[in-house]
């Protein structure tokens, strides 16, 4: 099993803490496109947390000049992720702009917020991935309006084999702070789990479509 640096201990703790992240392996959610789901997860909750929105900010910013160097802009994906890349863009000193999950149905009918220039190095922020499509959305209007997306970050995935496909199929590199495999393992040694539910857990992200908890 991988070691745990520090930065994934310390966010999947944080998400814990203040419920942005919910595991309840026994009750499941049920998600929009109907799969049941053993964990909710909302990102915007850390907006409210000023000491841990800080600490995402920084390592956001951190990861981004770690991975790809020097960028020219940072785009967030409607919604959740436009606070997100507005604090990363305001850390970096970077302009920012965001991405519609469609156009508007009136005045420019605008599907990229903000300006954009032909042949800019443009990071995607997300607060969350899970299959990778709608942030594969973002992308392919940002490429489609001339900009050179080097990749994408987030706050969390949920590391399903189906978003790598998606990431490498689009061919864009993909980078979280925290994952679904470091969270289990801190949501379990915090007590937020039992040892128990664990096995539940992990077939889920195995196979997320037809998981059943009573199966």
């Known amino acids: 099993m991988n070691y745990l640096n520090e930065v994934e201990q310390k966010v999947a703790e944080s998400l814990l803490q203040i419920k942005a992240i919910k595991l309840q392996p026994k009750s499941p959610f049920t998600w929009a496109s ?7 997860c909302d990102n915007r909750v850390t907006l409210s947390h000023p000491a841990i929105r800080t600490y995402i900010r920084q390592k956001l910013s951190q990861l981004i000049q770690e991975e790809f160097g020097s960028v020219d802009m940072i785009s967030g994906v409607a919604t959740a992720g436009i606070p997100q890349g507005v604090l ?10 965001y991405v519609r ?21 443009v990071v995607v922020v997300e607060d969350l ?7 594969l959305v973002a992308v392919k209007a940002l490429r489609e309006a001339g900009c ?4 994408l970050v987030s706050i969390f995935t949920y590391g399903l084999d189906e978003a790598r496909k998606n990431f490498e199929d689009a061919k864009c590199t993909f980078h ?3 994952n679904y495999e470091a969270l289990i393992r801190v949501a379990a040694s915090n007590s937020y789990i039992k040892e128990s539910e664990i096995e539940l857990l992990e077939k ?6 037809s998981w059943n908890p009573e199966l």
């Open 176 to 178: 979280s702070l925290c």
């Open 34 to 40: 109907g799969w049941k789901s053993p964990i909710y």
């Open 101 to 121: 999950s469609s156009a508007k149905d009136h005045g420019r009918q605008n599907l990229i917020e903000g300006e954009v220039i032909s042949g800019q190095r």
């Open 88 to 97: 990363v863009a305001q850390d970096l000193g970077l302009p920012f702009s």
């Open 129 to 135: 991935v899970s299959t990778g499509k709608s942030s």
């Open 148 to 151: 050179n997306v080097v990749g």
């Open 204 to 209: 889920w992200r195995q196979d997320p479509a």
